[in-house]
């Protein structure tokens, strides 16, 4: 059963703190999206990879976010320093193929910054 | 820019009885069309995608229409039951974009 998996599903901790969450695409899926879901802007689209170069970073905020793809199999997003306004919900979506295909959430990683 | 809305925000429906979900997009310049289902605390579940040269998709008890030159989309549950319960989104790819513009969701609650 083919699924995209993150780690860690919870994550709290303190401002300040460098946060690093993970996320293993589909086997096969070259296309890899970051989104973070609060509920004031609802789902937000941070980066996007393609075959691992980062195509599109532009929803994020270049000062305290980065986003890597070191190989095929792990996408990672990196907040340094976090901020409480970093709370919310960071998904990941792989894709086969074209960005245009179906994408595959999931399950999120839900961050708390106090 | 594309804008998606769904409405109802919240639908509250007995038992058994056909649920109908909408979304309306701006441009109708689409690529394709996603209907997903999240559950409290869960990821998104892809349900059903629709290409723009589609004018529906059919999976079980759902059924989504298009109608790109009115913009608007429509989620058809059939015979809902308590499981169904959950926030159903509508996501608008454009054909000049690789980016799914999301819709805020309708939560449903299928009373027993």
């Known amino acids: 059963d083919a699924r995209v998996t993150q780690t860690p599903r919870h994550k709290v901790t303190e401002m300040g703190q460098e946060v690093t969450m993970r996320c293993q695409p589909i086997?096969?899926?070259?296309?890899v999206f970051w989104y973070r879901q609060t509920m004031m802007q609802g789902l937000e689209l941070l980066a996007y990879?393609?075959?691992?170069?980062?195509?599109?970073d532009s929803g994020m905020p270049k000062d305290r976010f980065s986003a890597e793809m070191p190989d095929a199999t792990l996408a990672t997003l990196k907040i340094q320093p976090s901020e409480p306004r970093d709370s919310a919900v960071y998904f990941c979506?792989?894709?086969?193929?074209?960005?245009?295909?179906?994408?595959?959430f999931g399950p999120g990683t839900r961050l708390t910054v106090l | 820019k594309q804008e998606v809305t769904q409405i109802p925000a919240a639908l509250s429906v007995p038992e058994g009885e056909n649920l109908v979900l909408n979304c309306s997009f701006t441009?109708?310049?689409?690529?394709?069309l996603q209907w997903f289902r999240q559950d409290p605390g869960k990821g998104l579940t892809s349900l059903l995608l629709?290409?723009?040269?589609?004018r529906e998709q059919t999976s079980g008890r759902l059924n989504a229409s298009l109608d790109k030159s009115s913009g608007r989309s429509t989620l058809y549950i059939a015979a809902s039951q308590p499981g169904d319960s959950a926030t159903y989104l509508c996501?608008?790819?454009?054909?000049?974009?690789?980016?799914?513009?999301f819709g805020a969701g309708t939560t449903v609650t299928v009373r027993a």
């Open positions: 441009d109708s310049a689409i690529y394709n």
């Open positions: 086997l096969g899926h070259n296309t």
């Open positions: 979506a792989s894709v086969p193929g074209q960005a245009y295909n179906e994408q595959f």
């Open positions: 990879f393609r075959n691992r170069a980062p195509l599109d």
């Open positions: 629709i290409q723009s040269s589609q």
């Open positions: 996501a608008v790819r454009s054909s000049n974009d690789y980016k799914l513009s």
